[in-house]
């Protein structure tokens, strides 16, 4: 059996620009729904839902029936969690909150087998197909992609510094928490805020690095799209259930209210 190609990191090595989607929900169900609905790859996140490794495994699991790939963000930048995850099949990760060089080359050698890293070696796993992938020890660290999160002004300031370390696949810009450490708590949309986000994109473009946002709305994600984001995951699963189940009650009050003279 040979080991399963990163079409994920593929796509942006060969400079397609890529839309995905967030998934918070837990759901293996509404994991694969999303994955059938035709995204180039969804964000799969266990830093601010309860999602452990073992909820992480039943989503890859339902995802990769649709051929989408899957991103995962991982709670910390932790050498436990990266090795468990990837022995667990995932492929494409991104570690929240690196606030510098040192941090990022710690989250690149998480990820690596010696001697470029420190991942831990075992014979039989989920990513090796259970110890059936050919080569899967020298072949798996090509496979794997890291990306690390800016999600803070001091980060930004850094990301020059951040980008040039070897190893690292990409980066990606959290605008929420980015905004906060700005004191703009909420206010993504705050023009300081987006020139730093059009400002991150730009420098990455110019050093060929692969970047990546999340964006809440189409309309937002255009505006990243045009700054020069390379892929943008629009939408949370969560999110978008609430937000049409929202849009049903409001009409179906409406329809009442009028079916009642009122009331």
């Given at each position: 059996?040979?080991?399963?190609?990163?079409?994920?990191?593929?796509?942006?090595?060969?400079?397609?620009?890529?839309?995905?989607?967030?998934?918070?929900?837990?759901?293996?169900?509404?994991?694969?729904?999303?994955?059938?609905?035709?995204?180039d790859?969804?964000?799969l996140?266990?830093?601010?839902?309860?999602?452990?490794?073992?909820?992480?495994?039943?989503?890859?699991?339902?995802?990769?029936?649709?051929?989408?790939?899957?991103?995962?963000?991982?709670?910390?930048?932790?050498?436990?969690?990266?090795?468990?995850?990837?022995?667990?099949?995932a492929?494409?990760?991104?570690?929240?909150?690196?606030?510098?060089?040192?941090?990022?080359?710690?989250?690149?050698?998480?990820?690596?087998?010696?001697?470029?890293?420190?991942?831990?070696?075992?014979?039989?796993?989920?990513?090796?197909?259970?110890?059936?992938?050919?080569?899967?020890?020298?072949?798996?660290?090509?496979?794997?992609?890291?990306?690390?999160?800016?999600?803070?002004?001091?980060?930004i300031?850094?990301?020059?510094?951040?980008?040039?370390?070897?190893?690292?696949?990409?980066?990606?810009?959290?605008?929420?928490?980015?905004?906060?450490?700005?004191?703009?708590?909420?206010?993504?949309?705050?023009?300081?805020?987006?020139?730093?986000?059009?400002?991150?994109?730009?420098?990455?473009?110019?050093?060929?690095?692969?970047?990546?946002?999340?964006?809440?709305?189409p309309?937002?994600?255009?505006?990243y799209?045009?700054?020069?984001?390379?892929?943008?995951?629009?939408?949370?699963?969560?999110?978008?259930?609430?937000?049409?189940?929202?849009?049903?009650?409001?009409?179906?009050?409406?329809?009442?209210?009028?079916?009642?003279?009122?009331?």
């Amino acid at each position: 059996m040979d080991l399963p190609r990163n079409v994920f990191k593929q796509r942006l090595a060969n400079n397609e620009k890529l839309i995905g989607s967030w998934l918070m929900s837990g759901s293996p169900i509404i994991a694969e729904a999303m994955g059938c609905v035709g995204f180039d790859y969804l964000v799969l996140d266990m830093e601010h839902v309860a999602i452990d490794v073992p909820d992480a495994l039943a989503m890859m699991q339902a995802i990769e029936a649709s051929g989408t790939p899957t991103l995962v963000r991982l709670l910390w930048n932790d050498m436990v969690l990266v090795k468990r995850i990837l022995d667990a099949g995932a492929q494409s990760i991104m570690l929240p909150y690196v606030q510098n060089a040192d941090e990022a080359r710690l989250a690149v050698s998480y990820a690596h087998y010696p001697p470029a890293g420190v991942r831990g070696v075992a014979g039989l796993h989920r990513a090796s197909r259970w110890g059936n992938v050919r080569n899967y020890l020298k072949e798996a660290d090509q496979e794997i992609m890291v990306t690390v999160q800016l999600e803070t002004l001091g980060a930004i300031e850094k990301i020059e510094q951040i980008a040039a370390v070897d190893g690292l696949d990409g980066l990606f810009i959290g605008p929420a928490d980015l905004s906060a450490s700005m004191g703009l708590l909420g206010d993504i949309n705050n023009t300081k805020v987006q020139e730093l986000l059009e400002r991150g994109a730009k420098f990455c473009n110019k050093i060929g690095k692969p970047i990546g946002i999340v964006a809440g709305t189409p309309e937002m994600s255009k505006h990243y799209v045009d700054y020069g984001y390379d892929h943008v995951a629009v939408g949370i699963d969560v999110g978008m259930m609430i937000s049409r189940a929202n849009e049903y009650l409001v009409t179906m009050r409406e329809q009442k209210a009028k079916a009642v003279g009122g009331y």
